[in-house]
C-alpha cells in the first residue's frame, strides 16, 4: 500500500515537472493501480479514483487549463494512509457529522437519504424542504452562517467531519485560513463553474464519494440523464424556436444569463432562441435598460423575474416592463410555482440536482403543443398573473 | 460687472444645452437615429427623454436644497449628501417599503409613489433638525460635517440591519434605494417629480430675501427685518423637500448638493443669492446631464454607476476648500 | 421737555429664555430715552450691556415688565417696522459666501426693499453715502473675511446707518479701531445725534471718548440703573467705581 502512494507522489511530481500545461486528468491515466471512476463524463471540474479503501477526488478549479487545484482523500483504515503530502486534505470515511453550507448541498445528501448526517446549514431562509425545516427546528441542523460571514466560533465548536462549501476550487483561497489551521477538511464543490445542466447534476456523484454512496449517486444521475437527453430530443424536432430573454433590472443593471452559461443551455435545450445565444459569457453580463429593451422588445417570453409572482409587482418596479411584448401577450414566467415564506423557490433547491424537470418546464412553456408527450406537470415554473 | 455675469449665464445656458443633447443622444449604449424620432421610438422617449428630464431635476434639486443648507448652517462645505440627509431620507423610504409591503401599500402605483415620497421627505426633515440641533453645540464648519458622515453611517448601518430582516421580495426593491440612480424614473413618475420640484423651487422665490439675510447670521439678519427662526423653518422645509424628493425617486445622489453651489460661487463672485439660486439650477442640471453622459458612455456597453462620477467631481472640491479656507 | 421718549423701559426684566427656565440678566429697569440723546453705557464687564442693547433692538425677550419703541410695545411691532427704527451694530464678526463690505452695507437697506430685495437708485444713493460717512470707500468691493478688524468694524457701522434709523445701538463699536478712528466714530455719532436728532446709546470701555462726547451716561451695575446727565459724571460714585476715577 505505502508502495502505491509513493508511486503516485512520484507520478505527480513527474507531471508537474513535465505537464504543467496539460490537463491533470490525465494523471489518472497514468496511475494503473487506481481505478478512475469512467461514469463520470459531463462534468469537468473533478474525477474521482478509487482503490481498494482509499478514494481520490481531484478538483480543477483552474479555469483555463484544468490543472489540479485540490485534492481529496477518503480511507477507512489509518494504516492505509501514511506519509501523505500536505497538500491532500484526507477525510475519514463515512463522514457522520456534516456541514452543508448551501441549500443545494443539503438537499444532495438529502436524496442520497442521509439527511440525519447532515449537522449544519449555512441559513435555513433558502430552504423549502420540509424535512430539513424540521430538523432545523428541533435544532438538530443548525445554521451556520446568518450573517454575512461564517460563524467560526459555532463551526469549530460543532466540530464536523466534512464542511462542504463553494469557492473557485483552491483551499488556500477559498477557506478561512483559521478555519484551515482546525484541520476539520473543507470539500469545495465547483458545480457552479459547469457549463452544461448535465454537468452540474452530476456533481451529487461528488458528494456521494465522501459518503459512501457511489452506487446511489450513479443511478440519480442515470435517470435524470436518460429524461434529460429524451426531453431534449422531443424538443430538437419541434419547428419553432421561441424568442426569450431573463431576468429584471437591479438599480442600473439588467443581468443577463451569458451565451454560454446555464441558463442559455437549457433554454437552447428547450428549444428557444434565447436572445443572449451568441454572447461569450459563462456568468451575467449586466446591460442597461435601454439595451435589453433594444433586443427583446418583441421577445415572445420573458423568464425567471427575480421572485416576483404577479405581473403588478413587476410593473411596481418599472412601469415600462409593461412595453415588452412578451408582458404583453401574458408570457412571463418564473420559478415561483413553489416558494418559502422568504420568497425563495425550490428551484434553487433541487432544480440542479433535477435539470430534467427544468427542462421540462421549459418545454411545457415554450412548446405546449408537446404536453401529450412531456406527462407530467409544471415543477418549478408558474405564469405571472 | 453685471455684463459680465450675463455673459456668464449665456455660456451655462448653451453648456446646458449641449449637455441635454449629449444625455439625450450618448446616454446609453444604443445608437439613436435623428430620423426616428417619431414618437414610437421607445428608447429615446420611454428610456432617453425620462432620464435626462430626470438628471436635470435631480441636479436642480440637489443643488438649490444644498445651497439652502450652506447659507442655513453657514457652512460652505455642507450639502445633504454630506450632512446625512440623503440617508436619512433613503433610510426612510427602506423603512416605509417594509411597513408599506406589510400593509400591501403597493398594490395602487400612485398611493405607493406617494407614501414613498413623503417618507423620504420626512426623512430628510428629521436628520436636517437633528443635524440642526447639533449645530448649535458645535462651531467648527469640519466637525459638523464629521457628525454629519457619521449620522449618514448609522442610517446605513440601520438600513443593513432592517436588510437582513426582511424577506426577499422588499428586500430586493429598497437595494435599488441604496445606490444612486438617475435611470428608474418614467415618464409617468415626472408626473409626480416634476410638479413637486417646480413648486418647492418657486416656493423658494419668497424666500430669496431671508436668504441673503441669513448670510449675515442670526442677529443681524433679525436687525433687518427677517424674521429668522421662520424664515430658517421653511427654507428647511424647502431644503427637505428637494433633497427627499429626488431621494425618492434617485436614490442618494453623491457631493451634486455640495459641489454646485461651491462651483457657482467660484464662477459668480457674488453674495446675491437669486444669482446664485439661478446658477445653481443651470449648473447643477449640467453636471448630472455631463455625469449621466460619462456613466453611459466612457466604457462602452457598461453603465457606471453615477455615483461614482459625482463623487469624482464633488469630492476634490470639498478637499480643495478645506485647503484654500483657512477660517476654520 | 417738549420731546416724546423714543425709548421707555417699564420695570423691564431682561435675559435669555431656555427652554425651561428663563434666566433674567438684569432686573426692575426703569429708563427713558429721547431722540437727540447720545449715551454711553458704562459697566464692568458681564454686567449686562450687550444683554440690554440686544434686548432694546427685539433680539432678546423681554421676561417682565415692557419696553416701549415710539410708545408702542416692542413686542406689537413687526420686524420689519423695529428694522426701520433700530440698528445695531454688534461684536461679532461675520462673512464668506463671498460677502463683500458693500454687501453688508447695502443690507442695511433691506427694509427698505421689496421681497427680491431690489435696490433702486435711491436705495443706491443711501448705501453710497453710509459708505463714504463712514470712511471705507476704497475698500468696499472687499471681502468681509478679508477685511482687518477695524475696517470691519467700520463697515457694520456703515450698515447701521444705511439703515436709516432714528436709533441706534451699537456694542463696543470702539474696540477694534486705532486711535484716530475712534474719535472719528465719536465725532460722527455726536454729529448724528445733534443733527439727525437720532438717540444714540454706545457701550465702551473708552470712558475718556464717552466723556468727551457723549450727552448721557448710563451706569449699570449690580443690578443697578443709572442714567446720568455727563456734567454729573465726574461727581457720580458709580463712575468713579467702574473705572471714571482713573480719568
Redesign the interface.
Known amino acids: 500500500m505505502r508502495f502505491n502512494f509513493l508511486k503516485y507522489i512520484f507520478a505527480a511530481s513527474f507531471l508537474f515537472l513535465y505537464g504543467c500545461d496539460q490537463q491533470t486528468e490525465k494523471v489518472i491515466d497514468q496511475l494503473p493501480v487506481l481505478q478512475k471512476d469512467t461514469s463520470i463524463k459531463h462534468a469537468k471540474r473533478f474525477a474521482i479514483s478509487y482503490n481498494k479503501g482509499v478514494t481520490f477526488i481531484y478538483l480543477f478549479g483552474n479555469k483555463d487549463n484544468f490543472d489540479t487545484t485540490a485534492i481529496y482523500l477518503i480511507y477507512k483504515n489509518d494504516a492505509d494512509i501514511k506519509n501523505i503530502s500536505n497538500s491532500i486534505t484526507v477525510i475519514k470515511s463515512p463522514c457522520k457529522k456534516i456541514a452543508a453550507l448551501s441549500s443545494i448541498y443539503v438537499n444532495m445528501f438529502s436524496e442520497l437519504g442521509l439527511i440525519e448526517k447532515v449537522a449544519a446549514i449555512d441559513n435555513v431562509d433558502y430552504v423549502n424542504n420540509k424535512e430539513i425545516l424540521s430538523r432545523c427546528e428541533t435544532k438538530k441542523i443548525i445554521e451556520l452562517s446568518r450573517g454575512i460571514e461564517l460563524d467560526l466560533e459555532q463551526t469549530i465548536a460543532l466540530n464536523p467531519d466534512i464542511i462542504f462549501t463553494f469557492g473557485m476550487g483552491d483551499p488556500k483561497k477559498d477557506v478561512n485560513p483559521k478555519l484551515l489551521q482546525t484541520k476539520i477538511p473543507v470539500a469545495i464543490s465547483l458545480d457552479h463553474k459547469e457549463e452544461t445542466p448535465l454537468a452540474r447534476a452530476e456533481w451529487i456523484k461528488f458528494f456521494a464519494a465522501f459518503v459512501d454512496k457511489k452506487e446511489m449517486a450513479d443511478s440519480i444521475f442515470k435517470v435524470v440523464e436518460k429524461n434529460y437527453n429524451e426531453l431534449k430530443a422531443i424538443a430538437e424536432r419541434t419547428e419553432a424556436r421561441p424568442s426569450v430573454f431573463n431576468d429584471i433590472k437591479y438599480s442600473d443593471s439588467w443581468y443577463m444569463p451569458g451565451g454560454k452559461s446555464y441558463v442559455a443551455q437549457l433554454l437552447h435545450d428547450a428549444g428557444t432562441n434565447y436572445l443572449w445565444k451568441d454572447d461569450e459569457n459563462y456568468g451575467s453580463i449586466p446591460l442597461s435598460f435601454e439595451q435589453v429593451y433594444a433586443k427583446a422588445k418583441e421577445a415572445e417570453f420573458w423568464l425567471n423575474v427575480s421572485t416576483l409572482k404577479t405581473k403588478k409587482d413587476l410593473l411596481s418596479f418599472d412601469s415600462r416592463y409593461a412595453e415588452f411584448t412578451a408582458f404583453k401577450k401574458g408570457n412571463v414566467f418564473n420559478n415561483t410555482k413553489h416558494t418559502n415564506v422568504h420568497g425563495y423557490s425550490t428551484y434553487w433547491e433541487t432544480g440542479m440536482i433535477y435539470p430534467d424537470r427544468i427542462l421540462s418546464d421549459l418545454i411545457l412553456i415554450f412548446h405546449p403543443e408537446l404536453k401529450s408527450q412531456i406527462k407530467n406537470e409544471m415543477y418549478y415554473y408558474e405564469q405571472l398573473k | 460687472m453685471e455684463k459680465n455675469n450675463t455673459i456668464k449665464f449665456l455660456i451655462l445656458i448653451c453648456l446646458l444645452i449641449v449637455a441635454c443633447l449629449l444625455s439625450l443622444f450618448f446616454g446609453g449604449s444604443e445608437r439613436i437615429n435623428l430620423s426616428e424620432l417619431s414618437s414610437n421610438n421607445f428608447i429615446f422617449w420611454h428610456i432617453r427623454f425620462p432620464k435626462t428630464i430626470t438628471a436635470i431635476i435631480a441636479g436642480c434639486t440637489l443643488s438649490v436644497s444644498g445651497l439652502i443648507l450652506?447659507?442655513i448652517f453657514?457652512n460652505?462645505l455642507a450639502g445633504p449628501f454630506v450632512l446625512g440627509i440623503s440617508s436619512g431620507a433613503s433610510l426612510m423610504v427602506a423603512i416605509s417599503i417594509l411597513a408599506g409591503s406589510a400593509l400591501h401599500l403597493f398594490s395602487v402605483f400612485f398611493i405607493g409613489k406617494a407614501f414613498i415620497v413623503l417618507s423620504a421627505i420626512t426623512g430628510s426633515l428629521l436628520i436636517t433638525f437633528l443635524i440642526l440641533g447639533i449645530s448649535k453645540k458645535v462651531n467648527s464648519n469640519v466637525v459638523l460635517l464629521l457628525i454629519g458622515l457619521m449620522l449618514s453611517q448609522i442610517c446605513g448601518a440601520v438600513q443593513t440591519a432592517l436588510e437582513y430582516f426582511s424577506d426577499a421580495n422588499s428586500l430586493k426593491s429598497f437595494v435599488i434605494w441604496g445606490m444612486g440612480s438617475l435611470a428608474n424614473t418614467t415618464n409617468f413618475d415626472l408626473l409626480i417629480y416634476l410638479p413637486i420640484a417646480l413648486i418647492s423651487l418657486l416656493a423658494l422665490?419668497?424666500f430669496?430675501?431671508p436668504l441673503?439675510?441669513l448670510?449675515?447670521?442670526e442677529?443681524?439678519a433679525?436687525?433687518?427685518?427677517?424674521?429668522f427662526k421662520s424664515s430658517r423653518f421653511y427654507l428647511i422645509l424647502i431644503s427637505s423637500v428637494l433633497t427627499g424628493l429626488t431621494t425618492a425617486f434617485c436614490g442618494p445622489i453623491a457631493f451634486i448638493g455640495t459641489a454646485v453651489p461651491i462651483l457657482s460661487?467660484m464662477v459668480?463672485?457674488?453674495?446675491?443669492q437669486?444669482l446664485h439660486v439661478t446658477s445653481c439650477l443651470l449648473i447643477g442640471s449640467i453636471i448630472l446631464l455631463l455625469s449621466d453622459a460619462i456613466a453611459n458612455s466612457a466604457i462602452s456597453n457598461i453603465s457606471l454607476p453615477i455615483n461614482m462620477i459625482t463623487t469624482f467631481i464633488g469630492a476634490p472640491l470639498v478637499i480643495y476648500l478645506m485647503f484654500k479656507n483657512k477660517?476654520w | 421737555m417738549d420731546k416724546k421718549e423714543c425709548i421707555v423701559l417699564k420695570d423691564a426684566a431682561l435675559g435669555y429664555k431656555k427652554p425651561n427656565a428663563a434666566i433674567s440678566i438684569l432686573k426692575n429697569i426703569n429708563l427713558a430715552f429721547y431722540p437727540g440723546d447720545f449715551v454711553g453705557v458704562v459697566g464692568l464687564n458681564g454686567v449686562g450691556k450687550s444683554t440690554l442693547l440686544?434686548s432694546l433692538?427685539?433680539?432678546l425677550p423681554v421676561l417682565e415688565g415692557n419696553i416701549l419703541i415710539d410708545q408702542q410695545p416692542i413686542n406689537d411691532l413687526l420686524?420689519?417696522?423695529?428694522?426701520?427704527k433700530?440698528?445695531?451694530v454688534?461684536t461679532?464678526k461675520?462673512?464668506?459666501?463671498?460677502?463683500?463690505a458693500y454687501?453688508?452695507v447695502a443690507?442695511?437697506q433691506?427694509?427698505y426693499?421689496n421681497?427680491?430685495?431690489r435696490l433702486k437708485k435711491e436705495n443706491l444713493a443711501i448705501i453710497d453715502l453710509a459708505i463714504k460717512t463712514c470712511g471705507i470707500t476704497q475698500h468696499q468691493h472687499k471681502l468681509l473675511?478679508e477685511l482687518s478688524d477695524g475696517l470691519f468694524q467700520k463697515t457694520i457701522i456703515a450698515?447701521a446707518l444705511a439703515?436709516q434709523t432714528p436709533i441706534m445701538l451699537l456694542d463696543e463699536p470702539s474696540a477694534f479701531l486705532d486711535y484716530a478712528s475712534k474719535h472719528d466714530l465719536f465725532i460722527l455719532l455726536k454729529k448724528l445725534a445733534e443733527e439727525e436728532n437720532k438717540c444714540i446709546l454706545v457701550s465702551s470701555h473708552d470712558l475718556d471718548l464717552l466723556l468727551k462726547y457723549c450727552s448721557k451716561l448710563l451706569l449699570i451695575s449690580q443690578n443697578s440703573f443709572e442714567l446720568i446727565s455727563i456734567s454729573e459724571a465726574k461727581n457720580n460714585k458709580t463712575f468713579i467705581e467702574i473705572g471714571g476715577g482713573f480719568i
Open positions: 450652506q447659507i453657514r460652505p422665490l419668497f430669496v430675501k441673503n439675510a448670510l449675515l447670521g442677529n443681524y433679525q436687525n433687518v427685518g427677517i424674521n460661487r459668480f463672485k457674488s453674495s446675491k437669486h477660517t | 440686544k433692538c427685539g433680539l420686524l420689519n417696522e423695529l428694522a426701520k433700530i440698528a445695531i454688534l461679532e461675520i462673512g464668506g459666501f463671498n460677502l463683500t454687501d453688508a443690507a442695511g433691506m427694509p426693499t421681497s427680491f430685495n473675511n450698515k439703515q
